[in-house]
């Protein structure tokens, strides 16, 4: 199994980037889907998850700024990050809990740096 970020970038303040991730492989079904990031010097940190149900979790920081959703027919998981600050850079990791497999898949990273 396989996860592929990609989507990340440079931006202004207050500008807009769409992340997404597809995974790929041996994949009966896909529970949870989610999004963490970790700045420079700083630990990883859960930015937001959404389960198969499509109930979603935030990060305060991101709360009424970013939406997550998935689509299940493509195996992906999109953040869609707005009014985007400078202390939303750092490297945004996706990840997902396959039952089939009892365990967690991380995908490799993709930068996101937002300029003041």
């Known amino acids: 199994v396989q996860l592929q970020a990609s989507g990340g970038g440079l931006v202004q303040a207050g500008g807009s980037l769409r992340l997404s991730c597809a995974a790929s492989?041996?994949?009966?079904?896909?529970?949870?889907m989610g999004w963490y990031r970790q700045a420079p010097g700083k630990q990883r940190e859960l930015v937001a998850r959404?389960?198969?149900?499509?109930?979603?979790t935030y990060a305060d920081s991101v709360q009424g700024r970013f939406i997550i959703s998935r689509d299940d027919r493509k195996n992906s998981v999109y953040p869609q990050m707005n009014s985007l600050k400078p202390e939303d850079t750092g490297v945004y990791y996706c990840?997902?809990?396959?039952?089939?497999?009892?365990?967690?898949?991380w995908g490799q990273g993709t930068q996101v740096t937002v300029s003041s």
């Open positions: 990840n997902a809990y396959m039952s089939n497999w009892g365990r967690y898949f």
């Open positions: 492989g041996s994949i009966l079904r896909i529970n949870d």
């Open positions: 959404i389960t198969s149900t499509g109930t979603t």
